[in-house]
């Protein structure tokens, strides 16, 4: 049976091989999913955002705040938002695939009700303008994480736990989705690298590659009911595991060096889930910010009276699920994501 969450004492004798820091999708990734909300966003969205953000720069407004979530999870005040990064689909991969929300999130939270809190907050009258630069920020990255396919999954911890030799060195599964593969695609991770594989996604979604299927990445998306539509972005994205990331188990990626065909047979779906977490972020912060979005026919009912949210909010605390809670051992290597 494969490994999920084993003991602390198990798992720690992995920490050598374990990076100390992983963002999903890495800088270059993160970057470029934001580069590409700012592409289609509106113009009033953009103002909305840049006043939140108060950053300097209105080229990369979005871009620049992309993977500060990243570096505010490892400090005293940030840790409680590590567990946020992912949710720990209790699957069983390659076989079955499947995110369920009340057997996967625990207590505590994950990225689906993180998604849905900050999106509370974003709006709520009652929240500081520090709280709710902090709450976009959080929207604007965890829009990224939720679309690589192992924030979305428990085997191994994410596949922290799965040792891989990539370009002829030794590293492990998540962390080539997270980097490694993107950064040999494009050849860097510049913010103009970033940047530049924005333009060129841009362009796949409006007229190329994707343009007859972008419209259905935005099905199911009602910013009036958050955790709904993150919990979408989440089923989505897991399937993933199963059919690209680890489609003949975890023995297969364990042998060889994954920089030659497992890279082939990989990529298009990194380049398909970065322009996709764009797209709906662009969409997201349309509708939390206009009530629609100019790039599909969807409207909120501003009717809707939003919820003010404590933090953490108290809702998180609903589900009984102590069992697989115990699952949890990604602090135990320390790793976070």
Known sequence: M?????AAAAVAATLPLLPASVSAWGTLGHETVAFIAQNFVTAETASWAQGILDVSSTSSYLASVATWADSYRYTDEGAFSAEYHYIDANDSPPDSC????ERDCPDSGCIVSAIANYTSRV???SVSSTEKQKALKWIIH????????LHDEALEVGGNGIDVTYDGE???LHHIWDSNMAEQLIGGYALSDAKSWATTLTTAIKSG???SEAAGWLDGMDVDDAEASALVWAQDTNKYVCS????DGVSAVESGDLSGTYYDDSIDTIKLQVAKAGYRLAAWLDLIATGETGLAKLKRDVSVKRE?????PEGWARRDNSAERQKHKRHAIGCSC
């Open 2 to 6: 494969p490994r999920l969450r084993t």
């Open 98 to 101: 499947g995110v369920e929300l």
């Open 123 to 125: 709006q709520s009258s």
């Open 142 to 149: 965890f829009l990224g994480d939720i679309h690589q396919p």
């Open 170 to 172: 030794s590293t492990n």
């Open 209 to 211: 590659a994707y343009a």
């Open 244 to 247: 690209v990331v680890l489609p």
């Open 308 to 312: 003010d949210y404590v933090f953490p």
